[in-house]
Structure formats: C-alpha cells, structure tokens
C-alpha cells in the first residue's frame, strides 16, 4: 500500500516542474536553503556546545587552570554571538525566495490559461474563477511555506541529533530511535484532510460561481446558504484533523526531552556524563522533536494542496472541452 505521504510529495514534484520550475525560482529557494543550513548549525550546534562550555568550564573552576576556564567561556560567548549573526544575517536571503513565489503565482495562473485553449465565445465559466484565482494562490503558498516550515526544522532536528551523539553516544542512539514515532502522527492528518479539502475546495469554487449568478439573477440565496453549509462541513472535518495532530504532536515533543532528561541524569549520577554534556543535551533535544513535528507539518501542508494541485492540473487537460463541460467539472 502506497502511503499517502508519497503521494503527496510525487504530486507536489510533477506540480513544480509542470509549472513552477525556472531558474529564478531555483535560485530563490538555494538562497533560502542556504540560510536554513547555517541556522540549522547555529541552533542544533552553536547553542547546545555552548551552554555545555560554559557549564563544563564554570563547573570545573576550582580543578583546572585559569586559562582553561577563560578559554571555556570565551568559546561559549563566541558560538552565541555567532548563532546572533547568523540568524540577523540570513533574514535577507529569504528575499529572492519569496519573490519567486510571488512571481510563480502569475506564471503559473499565465500558463493555466495558455494550456486551457478557451476560445472568447465560450459561456459560463464563472465557476473556474474558484480553480484559477484561488487554487493557485493556495497552492503556491502552501509550497512555499512547505519549504520553509520543512527545511530549516528538518535540518535543525538532524543536526540536534548530530550533536547529542556527540556529547553523549547512548542518548544519541535513543533520541533517533525515537524519531519515527512522528510518522505516525502525520500519515492520518493527510489521509483524513485530503478528504475535508475535496469537500472545502469543490464547495468554494461553487460559492463563488453561485455568488456571481446571484448577482445576474439566475441563483437564489438558498442554493448559497447550502454550497456555504458544504464548505462549512468540510472546513470543521478540517479544524478537527488539526487539532488532532497538534495534540499529539506536543505530547510527542515534550515527551522525548523529558525521557531524555532521565536517562542523561541517571548517567550523569553514575559519573559517565558530564554536567555541562548534560545541560547540552537537554536543549539539543528541546531542538529535535519539535522541529520534527514542525517539519512534517510542512507535508501535512501540502496534503491540503492535494486537491487544488489535481483540479489545477485538470484545467490544463481539458483544452478540448466546451465552456459548459468544464463548467460544470469545476462545480465537482
């Protein structure tokens, strides 16, 4: 059985490269990529190693040399210092990214409507303004807040794990066994909100098509009220997905640090740990499960886009269609 995580993910490639792909748009998210990677190290790595410095150096204050000590602390300031640049630094790389997908969302609605080939005499077709105006805008911003909603958490939790191997092997092999326990949060949310979005989206487009038939006179405002009541119905299934995984989501997240805390104190009480490792550790793992849970959220997102993502690809594959085939194709 395929899972739908996959399914998503295949849509959202075929997505991008029919329509988003550019050299543009690839710049932008590298120069986002890029920004993630060193906020990544600066709070999986930089913060954690520093606290452990200076907890180690302070602590061993009365045993070791001065110089030790001061050296210590120094490297401490200096790794959060750094973490302070880096994130005040990398803000502005973020600019090219967002403008491409601004600019996407133009190109995209452009090649939309090149590819439908609707000649001018074509009639009601009010209906594909919910396809064309809406569905790609929700599209474009779910993938860009995919990516940075996945990428910067996703590479904050892989090197957090890096660095509470490090300082301490036997929590680094149990904090990433407990990793794929997420999974099995996230793959309900896409498979149950796939279905709320179908209802939500379809329903939209007909509000909006019915709206404007009101306003010429040929819809009453009780075929509204009921297209409203559907996408209310689809929106509440939606809510209720949310909160399910949320809630799951912070029992998992917080948690792990906590396990993580017990194990690290009971090797700190048998000597095999540092005090200043453990300090290290416990904020390193406040930074892998919940970037993890934020990571897939990214996915859950673009489970929403499931069904916009297929309606927009369907306009495209539908130039040889009349005005009212696709007309009423949108309205389901």
């Given amino acids: 059985m395929r899972l739908k995580t996959a399914e998503v993910l295949a849509l959202t490639w075929r997505f991008y490269r029919r329509y988003v792909y550019s050299w543009e748009v690839n710049i ?70 967002w403008n491409s997908v601004a600019k996407s969302i133009a190109d995209v609605k452009n090649r ?14 009010n209906d594909l303004v919910g396809r064309l105006a809406s569905d790609v805008d929700f599209v474009m911003w779910n993938i860009g807040g995919m990516y940075t909603t996945f990428t910067p958490n996703i590479l904050t939790t892989i090197v957090s794990l890096v660095t ?39 329903s939209y487009s007909e509000v909006i098509h019915l709206i404007d038939e009101y306003f010429k006179g ?70 892998v499960y919940s970037p993890l849970i934020n990571a897939l959220w990214g996915i859950c997102v673009l489970g929403q886009s499931l069904v916009p993502m297929n309606r927009i690809m369907q306009l495209s594959s539908n130039n040889g269609k009349s005005g009212k085939q696709l007309a009423e194709q949108a309205i389901h």
Avoid: C
């Fill in 164 to 202: 509470i191997f490090q300082l301490s092997p036997v929590l680094g092999i149990v904090a990433v066994a407990a990793t794929p326990l997420s999974l099995l949060i996230m793959e309900p949310y896409i498979k149950g909100v796939e279905e709320a979005r179908q209802v939500e989206r379809s």
């Fill in 28 to 97: 932008g998210f590298i120069a986002a990529l890029v920004a993630f990677i060193l906020r990544a190290v600066a709070s999986g790595s930089l913060m954690p190693l520093a606290l452990t410095n200076l907890v180690n150096s302070l602590g061993n204050s009365t045993n070791g040399s001065l110089s030790i000590r001061e050296s210590g602390i120094m490297n401490a300031i200096l790794m959060i210092t750094a973490t302070a640049v880096i994130y005040t630094a990398t803000e502005w790389l973020f600019k090219p990214f």
């Fill in 218 to 287: 040929n819809a009453e405002p009780g075929q509204i009220r009921d297209a409203l009541n559907k996408w209310y119905r689809g929106m509440t299934r939606q809510v209720f997905y949310d909160r399910t995984y949320w809630s799951s989501s912070f029992a998992y997240s917080l948690a792990m640090p906590v396990i993580l805390t017990i194990l690290g104190i009971h090797e700190t009480e048998r000597g095999r740990l540092p005090i200043g490792n453990l300090v290290g550790i416990i904020y390193a793992s406040m930074n």
């Fill in 112 to 125: 939309v409507i090149s590819e439908m080939g609707v000649s001018n005499n074509l009639s009601n077709v």
